[in-house]
């Protein structure tokens, strides 16, 4: 069955940086887009960032361009979310998520993982 476990996350102050990881399994990862969205308290899910299966193209979200990079590595069947910069409104639980193949949208999330930034 299809498993995205993302980790990394937790507490760093403003200005700092994390890393996040996704492991992927139940599917052949290098065959679809992958993705990362995120949700803070109190709002809806949204879409923070974008990649293409071989890796060689991606999109972000306005609010995060600059600051943060999606990466994989398929040999590993491992998404990456790099995040600099990081300000409070980052604040959010974050969740890999699978390509539908077909189309922009996803259809399977992992768990998530929390990240929060201080001031």
């Known amino acids: 069955e299809v498993q995205l476990q993302a980790s990394g996350g937790g507490l760093v102050q403003a200005g700092g940086s994390l890393r996040l990881s996704c492991a992927a399994s139940g599917f052949s990862f290098s065959d679809y887009g992958m993705g990362w969205f995120r949700q803070a308290p109190g709002k809806e899910r949204v879409f923070v960032t974008g990649?293409?299966?071989?890796?060689?193209?991606?999109d972000y979200a306005d609010s995060v361009q600059g600051r943060f990079t999606i990466s994989r590595d398929n040999a590993k069947d491992t998404l990456y979310l790099q995040m600099n910069t990081l300000k409070p409104e980052d604040t959010a639980v974050y969740y890999c998520?699978?390509?539908?193949?077909?189309?922009?949208?996803?259809?399977?999330w992992g768990k998530g993982t929390q990240v929060t930034v201080s001031s």
């Open positions: 998520a699978k390509g539908q193949g077909s189309s922009a949208g996803m259809d399977y």
């Open positions: 990649i293409s299966r071989s890796g060689s193209s991606s």
